[in-house]
């Protein structure tokens, strides 16, 4: 299955809770913060729901590879 990079790019100051607990559950804190994620219908519907908070980049599988193995 495909990887994907989501990056927290905007603050959740002033997001209903809902929200917050999407990005926390992406596993994403800072603004900055970044992580690669399976491309699965749930985490897609919450990439979705947060999509004016986040940017998302499609990751090759050697990418991400090394990129967890760190």
């Known amino acids: 299955m495909a990887k ?3 990056t927290l790019v ?3 100051i002033h997001q209903k809770p809902a ?3 999407t990005v926390r559950s992406l596993g994403l804190r800072k603004i900055g913060s970044s992580n690669i994620l399976e ?3 749930a985490v897609l519907g919450m990439v979705k729901a947060v999509e004016h908070l ?8 050697a990418a991400a ?3 967890e193995g760190n």
């Not at 986040?54 to 599988?61: I, L, M, R, S, Y």
């Open 65 to 67: 590879a090394a990129k």
């Open 54 to 61: 986040v940017t998302t980049t499609e990751v090759a599988a």
């Open 19 to 21: 929200k917050r607990a």
């Open 10 to 12: 905007r603050s959740t």
């Open 39 to 41: 491309a699965t219908p």
């Open 4 to 6: 994907i990079q989501i």
